[in-house]
């Protein structure tokens, strides 16, 4: 599969070696809490499976409009909080239990319980 993977990335903040990426891959949750998360997090999905090995499986989703994914370094995982909701808020409590919180909607003043039709504003993300 590593052959596959990109060995360099273009412009990381920070140089991986092949041998980092080798030891790196994520857990992903086959099921999300609400179908249409697809539009939103499938891209982010899309492009990590360019760069490490990505499994698809069964983790527990407690959070309402937030995908918890596992980000496992050479045997230790770590919690990671994609956060699509179009609410401004931070869950607090599953900001305690992540190391990476994503919030994908950002606006202070929120967004008026409106969200993007599609992503097109996310192409090119991780292409």
């Not at 990335?9 to 086959?30: C, G, K, M, S, Y």
């Not at 990505?54 to 596992?70: C, D, G, M, N, Y």
Request: net charge positive; proline share 6%.
């Amino acid at each position: 599969m590593l052959g596959r993977l990109r060995r360099e990335i273009p412009n990381p903040t920070w140089p991986l070696t092949a041998r980092e990426l080798e030891d790196t891959h994520i857990l992903w949750p086959v099921d999300y809490d609400w179908v249409p998360a697809r539009k939103w997090v499938d891209p982010l999905l899309k492009g990590l499976r360019k760069y490490v090995k990505v499994e698809r499986t069964a983790l527990s989703q407690p959070f309402k409009r937030i995908v918890l994914i596992q980000v496992v370094i050479r045997g230790k995982s770590y919690d990671v909080a994609i956060d699509y909701s179009d609410l401004s808020d931070v869950d607090e409590g599953c900001a305690k239990r992540c190391g990476l919180y994503f919030k994908m909607q950002y606006s202070r003043r929120g967004y008026s319980g409106s969200v993007p039709i599609s992503v097109e504003k996310y192409k090119g993300v991780f292409s």
